[in-house]
């Protein structure tokens, strides 16, 4: 297989240097509860304005009417290789209280997914996040609330067999992970 470790510009944590986004998933593994229950909890301890706390989750797993809800919410590409994930997870942001708007919402939901990302890695799960989806269709799916907004859908799951995916999906897989160099990313350092 591929080595697919980030190559960086200064050191990283291994479990960030490693975790990439796989579209290859293992149509038969269900998911591993543990490491499931782990990366919620994560996410769960994620910082946040004010301790708010704006994120909830729905959690499907392969085979319900959840999992298949989610995934015909799911834009384009992503519906083409999405179902075989073990579970689909939406990351969705509680964006007001009391009528006031809560500004720092889909970024505070944003590090919850992100957090999620990085245990489910370090327990050996795998994760795609998608921004391509309907969101008022998934909102409806889930009849929430209208200050409830979806931000992602993440796919979690065993990795696949890569050399057994479609073509589509290996030139994907093993395409060269490119990020813009800091000189680009850094727009003032004092």
Same mark, same amino acid.
């Given at each position: 297989?591929?080595?697919?470790?980030?190559?960086?510009?200064?050191?990283?944590?291994?479990?960030?240097?490693?975790?990439?986004?796989?579209? #290859?998933?293992?149509?038969?593994?269900?998911?591993?509860?543990?490491?499931?229950?782990?990366?919620?909890?994560?996410a769960?301890?994620?910082?946040?304005?004010?301790?708010?706390?704006p994120?909830?989750? #729905?959690? +499907?797993?392969?085979?319900?009417?959840?999992?298949a809800?989610?995934?015909?919410?799911?834009?384009?590409?992503?519906? &083409?290789?999405?179902g075989?994930?073990?579970?689909?997870?939406?990351? +969705?942001?509680?964006?007001?209280?009391?009528? &006031?708007?809560?500004?720092?919402?889909?970024?505070?939901?944003?590090?919850?997914?992100?957090?999620?990302? #990085?245990? &489910?890695?370090?327990?050996?799960?795998?994760?795609?996040?998608?921004?391509?989806?309907?969101?008022?269709?998934?909102?409806?799916?889930?009849?929430?609330?209208?200050?409830?907004?979806?931000?992602?859908?993440?796919? #979690?799951?065993?990795?696949?067999?890569?050399?057994?995916?479609?073509?589509?999906?290996?030139?994907?897989?093993?395409?060269?992970?490119v990020?813009?160099?800091?000189?680009?990313?850094?727009?003032?350092?004092?």
């Open positions: 297989m591929l080595d697919r470790t980030a190559s960086t510009a200064a050191p990283i944590l291994d479990v960030l240097a490693d975790r990439r986004s796989t579209r #290859v998933f293992d149509a038969d593994a269900t998911i591993d509860e543990a490491a499931l229950a782990s990366a919620l909890e994560a769960r301890w994620a910082p946040s304005a004010n301790n708010s706390q994120w909830r989750f #729905v959690v +499907a797993r392969r085979g319900t009417p959840e999992h809800a989610i995934l015909d919410t799911l834009m384009g590409f992503n519906q &083409a290789w999405a075989a994930a073990s579970a689909l997870v939406v990351f +969705a942001a509680v964006t007001s209280h009391d009528g &006031a708007p809560l500004a720092w919402a889909a970024y505070d939901t944003g590090q919850a997914a992100a957090y999620f990302t #990085v245990q &489910a890695h370090a327990a050996g799960l795998h994760t795609h996040q998608m921004g391509g989806f309907d969101r008022d269709a998934l909102a409806a799916a889930f009849e929430f609330a209208a200050e409830l907004t979806p931000v992602t859908v993440m796919a #979690v799951g065993t990795l696949g067999d890569i050399a057994s995916a479609p073509e589509v999906l290996r030139e994907r897989e093993n395409a060269p992970r990020r813009l160099p800091l000189t680009e990313l850094i727009a003032a350092d004092a």
